[in-house]
C-alpha cells in the first residue's frame, strides 16, 4: 500500500480575536507547508467561537493560496445543508483559479443543531436537503444546467474530482463511495452506551467497509483520517496543556449529551482519542490505531489539546520531522 499522506486539520480554536485567530491558522499552514505537509484542512463553523471560529471558508483559504504555493487546501468541512449550492461551486471555482488549482471540497450534513434555524433549515431535515444540495452541486461543478439554461462559469475545473463527504455511518460511507468521492473521518466519535471503551476502529472500520464496496471499479479510494495529535519535546509539558484543553472539551461534549467515561486525564485521553507526547510516544501510539493503516491520508489536529501557538508550531514541525517518518508517513521534499 502506498505511505499516506500529510494533512494539518484546524477548527481556527486559538484563545484569540477573529482577526486573530485568522492570522495564527495562516501561520500554522505555512508551517505545515515548510514541513513537507501535503494539504490543510479549515472548518467552518456558525455563530459559535467555542466550537470554531470560521463561517467562511473559502474566503479564507484564498487568502492563504496567496502565502503559499504547494500545499493543498481544504474545507474541512462545509456544512452543506445550510448554504446555496451554487454559490459554493462558484465560491469554490474562483479560490481554486487563485490558487492555481489547490482547492479541495470536503462537505458533510452535520454542524451544530442550533446554527441551522437562521439560515431556514431543522436540523431533523438535514440528511434530505444535503442530498438535494448535493446534486445541485454537483450538477454545477460538471457543467451541467442549474436552472433557466444556466451554467456555472467559472468552470468547475475538475473539482467535482476534489469532493471528500465526512460522515460518522456506514451510510454515509456508502454514499460517498457511490459518488467516487473521498471519505472524511472524524478524530473522535461517539461510543455506543452499551460500549462506552470501544477502540475508534470499532466504530471507523465499518464505515470504510461500505465507502470501499460502494466505489465504481476503476475509482482511486481517498480516506482521510482526522486524528488528534500533539508533540511536544516534553511529556510533562504536553499533559499541562492537555489538562486544560482536554477538560473543557470533555464538559462540552457532556453538555451535548454524550458520555464521556472517567474524569483522570489517563481517561480523558483515551476517551477523546488524543495522540499525545514526545515523538517516540505518539508514534507508538499512532502504530497501535488500526483505522490508519486503511487511510490514504492522515490529517492531525491539535484540537482538543489546544495549546499556544507556538508550541501548535512546534508540534508541526516535530510531527512532520519526527513522527511521520517513523510511521512511514509521505512527507513531500524540497518544501
Do not use: C
Not at 185 to 210: F, W
Amino acid at each position: 500500500m502506498t505511505a499516506p499522506a500529510l494533512a494539518f486539520f484546524t477548527r481556527l480554536l486559538d484563545d484569540a480575536p477573529p482577526a486573530e485567530r485568522y492570522r495564527l491558522a495562516t501561520e500554522q499552514i505555512l508551517q505545515a507547508e515548510r514541513h513537507g505537509v501535503e494539504r490543510a484542512w479549515v472548518a467552518q463553523h456558525h455563530f459559535h467561537a467555542a466550537e470554531g471560529g470560521l463561517p467562511s471558508p473559502l474566503v479564507l483559504l484564498a487568502h492563504i493560496a496567496a502565502r503559499t504555493s504547494s500545499i493543498r487546501l481544504a474545507t474541512g468541512i462545509i456544512t452543506l445543508p445550510l448554504e446555496d449550492p451554487v454559490r459554493v461551486a462558484e465560491d469554490a471555482a474562483v479560490a481554486d483559479l487563485l490558487s492555481g488549482g489547490r482547492i479541495d471540497l470536503g462537505i458533510g450534513s452535520g454542524g451544530t443543531p442550533s446554527s441551522f434555524l437562521p439560515f431556514g433549515q431543522h436540523v431533523r431535515d438535514k440528511a434530505e436537503v444535503y442530498d438535494r444540495k448535493l446534486a445541485v452541486l454537483l450538477d454545477a461543478l460538471e457543467g451541467r444546467d442549474v436552472g433557466g439554461g444556466n451554467t456555472l462559469y467559472p468552470e468547475g475545473a475538475g473539482l467535482s474530482s476534489r469532493i471528500w463527504q465526512a460522515t460518522f455511518s456506514a451510510f454515509g460511507g456508502t454514499r460517498a463511495g457511490q459518488h467516487g468521492h473521498g471519505l472524511l473521518l472524524s478524530r473522535t466519535q461517539p461510543r455506543p452506551a452499551d460500549d462506552l471503551h470501544a477502540p475508534l476502529s470499532a466504530l471507523q472500520d465499518p464505515i470504510i467497509d461500505a465507502y470501499l464496496d460502494a466505489l465504481p471499479d476503476g475509482a482511486e479510494p481517498r480516506i482521510t483520517a482526522s486524528r488528534t495529535v500533539f508533540v511536544a519535546d516534553d511529556r510533562a509539558e504536553a499533559l499541562r496543556f492537555a489538562e486544560v484543553g482536554l477538560r473543557r472539551a470533555a464538559e462540552g461534549f457532556r453538555r451535548q449529551g454524550q458520555t464521556i467515561p472517567g474524569d483522570g486525564l489517563d481517561d480523558l485521553i483515551a476517551a477523546l482519542d488524543t495522540h499525545i507526547g514526545t515523538p517516540e510516544e505518539v508514534a507508538e501510539s499512532l502504530a497501535a490505531d488500526t483505522t490508519l493503516g486503511r487511510a490514504t491520508e492522515i490529517a492531525f489536529q491539535v484540537h482538543s489539546v489546544d495549546a499556544p501557538h507556538e508550541h501548535v508550531l512546534r508540534s508541526i514541525e516535530l510531527f512532520a520531522g519526527e513522527v511521520a517518518p517513523a510511521l512511514g508517513y509521505a512527507v513531500k521534499e524540497n518544501a
